[in-house]
C-alpha cells in the first residue's frame, strides 16, 4: 500500500530522498535535491509568441511560495533577456521572501538594484562581472557552490554586449543522503561555437556535472553536441528553450528535451568524481 502511495505523489510533490529537475517553461527550471532548491530563469514577461509561458496557475504557486516551490534558497538569472527575466517580478519575490537568494550577470542584478531605489527592504543580490573569456569565478550562498563563466549569446558576434552566464551549482554537500554533491549547470541562451568552451575546459571538467541545461540548439548541430560531449560532459543533458512548436530535429532525435510546464525529470545522483 505504502509503495502505491508514493508512486502516485510521484511528480506532484517533491520526495526529499530525490534530485529532480521540473519543468516551468522556456529556459525556466527548478531543481531540487534533498531540501535544497533552485530556480533558474524563473520570472520573465516575454515569449516572442514562440516560447513557452509558464500557465498561470503554476506562477501563482511559485510567487506565493506553494508546496512543492517552497523553500528557494536561489535563484539564478542568466541574462537580462525579456524571455529569461523580469525586474520587477525578481524584485517582488525577494521583498516577499527575504530568505531567497539571487544571483545573476551585473546587467541583470542592476536593473534589480534600479527599481528598488529608495526601497529599504533588506534583499540579498550576488552580482557576477564577467568579461568574455575572462577565468570562471564561484561564490557560496549557504549550502550551495556556485560558478559561472560568460559564454557569449546565441548569433555571435552580434549580440556580444549581453552578459549570458552559464551557471554551475552544486547542491547539498554532506548530506546524509546525498552525501557526494549534486551538480547542475544551466547554460542560458549560449552560443553552441566550441572556441568560447574550450578556455574553459579544465574549470568544468575538475568536477562532476549531473545534468545540464543546454537550449535545444545544441542538440541542432555537431558542434553544439560536440561541446557537450567533449567540454561540458554532463552525465544527463535536457534540453531547453524549446519552442512551442517543437522543432521537426527534436522530435525526430533521441535527445531529451522539456515542453510541457510540470514536467519532472529525476537526476541520477550516482557516485560522482
Ligand atoms: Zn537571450
Known sequence: MLVLIVTANKGLTHDRNQASARYLANEAVMVSVGSHKVLFDPFFSETFGIYQKIPDPMLSDIEAATPPYDDIDLIVISHAHADHFDATRVLAYLIAHPSTHVVGPQQAIAAIRKIQAGGKSHIQLHEVSLQIGQAAVQLQVNALTIDAV???????????????LVFRVSLAQGDHIFPEQITVMHMGDADADIDHFLPHRQHWQSKTTHLV?????????????????????????????????????????????????????????????
Not at 150 to 164: K, L, Y
Not at 220 to 248: C, F, K, T, Y
Request: charged content about 20%; overall charge negative; proline content about 9%.
Open 213 to 273: 541545461f543546454p537550449p535545444y540548439w545544441f542538440f541542432a548541430s555537431a558542434e553544439g553536441r560536440d561541446i557537450l560531449q567533449s567540454v561540458v560532459q554532463a552525465r544527463q543533458q535536457i534540453g531547453v528553450h524549446v519552442p512551442v512548436e517543437i522543432p521537426m530535429s527534436l522530435q525526430q532525435g533521441t535527445e531529451d528535451f522539456f515542453s510541457q510546464p510540470g514536467e519532472v525529470r529525476i537526476i541520477d545522483v550516482g557516485a560522482a568524481k
Open 150 to 164: 560568460r559564454i557569449p549569446h546565441a548569433g555571435w558576434p552580434s549580440r556580444a554586449e549581453v552578459e549570458n
